[in-house]
Nanobody, 128 residues
Framework: QVQLVESGGGLVQAGGSLRLSCTSS????????MGWFRQVRGKEPEFVAA?????????YADSSVRGRFTISRDNAKNTVYLQTNSLKPEDTAVYYC????????????????????WGQGTQVTVSS
């Protein structure tokens, strides 16, 4: 049974930082590209960042997170991370990690339907 378990969310003041973690089990982690999405209640999930199987290629949603968020992975620990810095109130959301089977080492999916496994989410709340 595949499981993705996020942790590291919480309440933080604007300008603060959080490091989100997502640990997987039940899959060959190094065969999957990994991504982070976020969702505000009542809205569709929004792509945040993704990392290729090896960790050598990363991509980010847009200028709203690029430069502030960093995605990385440790294949030895079956874990993907999202370092979030300079947090803003508009970053408040439930953050989900997701796994996408990738035949190519350099594949870097960004669309929700490309990800087959999802975690349960971790709440990030940024106060002003």
């Amino acid at each position: 049974q595949v499981q993705l378990v996020e942790s590291g969310g919480g309440l933080v003041q604007a300008g603060g930082s959080l490091r989100l973690s997502c640990t997987s089990s039940g899959l060959t982690f190094s065969s999957y590209a990994m991504g982070w999405f976020r969702q505000v209640r009542g809205k569709e999930p929004e792509f945040v960042a993704a990392v290729s199987r090896s960790g050598g290629i990363t991509t980010y949603a847009d200028s709203s997170v690029r430069g502030r968020f960093t995605i990385s992975r440790d294949n030895a620990k079956n874990t993907v991370y999202l370092q979030t810095n300079s947090l803003k109130p508009e970053d408040t959301a439930v953050y989900y990690c997701a796994a996408s089977y990738a035949a190519s080492l350099n594949a870097i999916p960004t669309r929700g339907f490309e990800f087959v496994y999802w975690g349960q989410g971790t709440q990030v709340t940024v106060s002003s």
